[in-house]
């Protein structure tokens, strides 16, 4: 089952979500950014997941925090060189 999905833009779709996408900027563990651009993707079955752990988080009175979101295979092969599995 290889269809093309739209990725959802999570800062459009949540604009009071706290997003620090790490790998966009040089504060990282390669020391240098790993995506061109800050821009946080998800597969519109996880942004309903999130929505949904939104509301529950808002009940509970918490907030969260996205760290990272799709990664294209290019920026995953980058951290790959920069992190090599040892066994």
């Known amino acids: 089952m290889n269809q093309q999905v739209t990725l959802v833009d ?17 504060d990282n563990i390669t020391g240098q950014p790993i995506y061109a651009e800050a821009r946080c993707l998800l597969h519109p079955d996880a942004a309903a997941a999130l929505e949904k752990s939104l509301r529950i988080a808002r009940l509970a009175g918490l907030h969260l925090q996205v760290l990272d979101a799709y990664r294209p295979q ?3 092969q980058l951290l790959w060189n920069a992190c090599p599995n040892q066994d």
Do not use: E, G, N, T
């Not at 999570?10 to 040089?26: E, G, M, Q, V, W």
């Open 74 to 76: 290019q920026a995953q």
């Open 10 to 26: 999570i800062r459009a779709r949540f604009p009071a979500l706290a997003i620090d996408l790490k790998y966009a900027s040089a």
